[in-house]
């Protein structure tokens, strides 16, 4: 799928989720709608708030996109300037010290890879690579990596290696690491931008969407947003809707993206575990909570684990999943700790 066509694709999707969310959002006659939409780091965003009185939008936006602006040059790996780009250039010779949001988002990680058991792995980056799956692989690769290959990767990988010391300062423990937040950052970036927005006193609710990911939060005691799920097999279709007013809804999936050798599709999620490509059958996984890292990164340990090895993650976590699998020859939508989805009706 090239740009364009990605660009479009989420285009469209925002549209569904956003259109959903406003349709099911009921506002009094003196609230104003205010939106702000670009295309960053890599994919389109867009902030929807509200507000019952006159507010500074010009500058409100100007903070917003200084916030997305700030997250790329921080955490964006296709920047060559960014500072997680700096970090693995540099946390192997010399301890690096990074900023406050770098150094969070890090330690957040260590933290997650631990809770997962290594399902969560920002550092699994070389083993893409490896595979020919990675964004970087400008050429495919004419053969897939042997068993040795990827024992030999896996050994000097992992959350284990990326030491934080006293003075907050990063060191790697060998030059073939490289971290990539980028399966915990578009939270990070989304609760930044809406506590920045909670923070304004005449704002009184919004929706801050990167990529389909969403946070939404209300200061009032007015009905619920109702935001809608699009069907991963159906892009086109919403196969239902959740139902909230301070929450975070992260979606991972990994069919779309994937490379093909001697006939056999080869998903671009990598089980960090066992340095394979997934083969479980999970195609989707939706995570709904109260905190969007948290969200964002057990999304993605939760397409490693699947249901059932999941569940006591997902009680331990205390967050909502609904997972879509593919088994036996027949897909299966799977409801964990109380995710509830309602028709339109509802």
């Known amino acids: 799928m090239n740009i364009r066509?990605?660009?479009?694709?989420?285009?469209?999707?925002?549209?569904?989720?956003?259109?959903?969310?406003?349709?099911?959002f009921k506002t009094s006659a003196n609230t104003k709608e205010y939106n702000i939409s670009t295309v960053k780091l890599g994919t389109v965003i867009s902030i929807v708030f509200y507000s019952e009185k006159e507010i500074d939008f010009d500058s409100l936006r100007e903070g917003c996109l200084n916030k997305i602006d700030d997250a790329e040059r921080t955490f964006s790996i296709h920047k060559k300037d960014s500072e997680?780009?700096?970090?693995?250039?540099?946390?192997?010779s010399k301890s690096f010290y990074p900023s406050p949001g770098l150094l969070k988002m890090i330690s957040r990680s260590k933290d997650y890879w631990e809770k997962t058991n290594g399902a969560f792995d920002p550092t699994i980056l070389p083993i893409l690579k490896l595979w020919g799956l990675s964004s970087?692989?400008?050429?495919?690769?004419?053969?897939l990596p042997c068993k040795s290959e990827i024992e030999a990767m896996l050994s000097l990988l992992g959350m284990e290696k990326v030491k934080i010391n006293q003075d907050e300062k990063v060191r790697f423990e060998n030059d073939t690491l490289l971290i990539d937040l980028g399966g915990i950052a578009k939270g990070f970036i989304i609760d930044e931008i809406t506590d920045y927005l909670k923070n304004d006193p005449d704002i009184i609710s919004g929706i801050v969407n990167i990529g389909g990911d969403c946070r939404c939060f209300q200061k009032n005691k007015r009905e619920a947003f109702k935001i809608g799920m699009c069907d991963p097999l159906q892009k086109d279709s919403v196969i239902g809707y959740v139902k909230g007013k301070n929450i975070s809804i992260f979606t991972s999936g990994g069919y779309e993206r994937y490379r093909e050798y001697k006939n056999k599709k080869y998903i671009h999620i990598i089980d960090p575990i066992s340095g394979y490509p997934l083969k479980n059958g999970v195609l989707s996984v939706t995570v709904m909570g109260d905190d969007s890292v948290k969200c964002d990164a057990l999304a993605t340990a939760l397409m490693v684990l699947g249901p059932e090895k999941g569940k006591e993650l997902i009680e331990k976590e205390k967050v909502k999943v609904f997972f879509i699998v593919h088994k036996d020859g027949k897909v299966d939508r799977i409801a964990v700790n109380g995710f509830e989805l309602i028709n339109e009706d509802n």
């Open 136 to 143: 970087f692989n400008k050429e495919e690769k004419k053969e």
């Open 5 to 24: 066509k990605t660009i479009f694709f989420l285009l469209a999707l925002l549209a569904i989720l956003l259109l959903s969310a406003k349709l099911f």
């Open 84 to 92: 997680i780009n700096r970090l693995n250039k540099e946390a192997f």
